[in-house]
């Protein structure tokens, strides 16, 4: 029942269970320390006391190297870019979600794009997801939301849709919708 509404917690976790919980989280998947911080909060009382016990979790957690945003946020752009064959802005969009740091989000995505050819990943994408080449304009501008949505820039987009011969008038059309509309740069 995904719409469940969270139990009451009637005692508040002391430290050795607030990382015992903590552990049990990471094992089922990473997570940044914003995740992580955002589900113990649940688990103990509202109070300083609580956000000390916090504070002593992650810092054993980052002793041990079970928690580290840099590994995530390295970890997580290489997954996106291989499996899903996403766009660098869609990333650093996810990253900036899950609660990494802007700046640790810029020099991962600078390392992990730098020698990535753009195109080359937007029409991976594409063939992943069984898309043809577009027959009239309303598929046109469905591809191009599609990449779009997959953090792929304009400039990559049309380029895209001219080499698939979509005529110019439904570029300049699709061109004067994501100028009103904008593309989030």
Not at 48 to 64: C, F, H, M, N
Not at 136 to 142: G, H, P, Y
Request: glycine residues 6%; aromatic residues 6%.
């Amino acid at each position: 029942m995904p719409f469940a509404r969270p139990k009451k917690n009637a005692d508040p976790l002391d430290e050795p269970a607030l990382h015992e919980f903590a552990v049990k989280a990471l094992g089922r998947r990473m997570r940044t320390v914003a995740e992580l911080t955002r589900l113990m909060k649940q688990k103990v009382e509202r109070e300083p006391s609580g956000q000390t016990k916090i504070d002593a979790v992650l810092a054993r957690l980052k002793e041990y190297g079970y928690l580290n945003d840099a590994d995530y946020a390295a970890n997580y752009t290489r997954m996106r870019q291989e499996n899903a064959s996403l766009g660098k802005r869609r990333v650093q969009q996810d990253l900036a979600v899950k609660g990494v740091q802007s700046e640790l989000i810029k020099t991962t995505l600078e390392a992990a794009y730098q020698d990535v050819n753009e195109e080359a990943l937007a029409r991976r994408h594409l063939e992943r997801k069984g898309v043809k080449q577009p027959a009239n304009d309303k598929e046109a501008a469905r591809v191009m939301r599609m990449l779009v949505r997959a953090g792929f820039s304009t400039g990559v987009i049309f380029k895209i849709l001219k080499s698939w011969k979509v005529e110019d008038e439904a570029l300049a059309a699709l061109e004067n919708i994501e100028e009103t509309h904008g593309d989030g740069e």
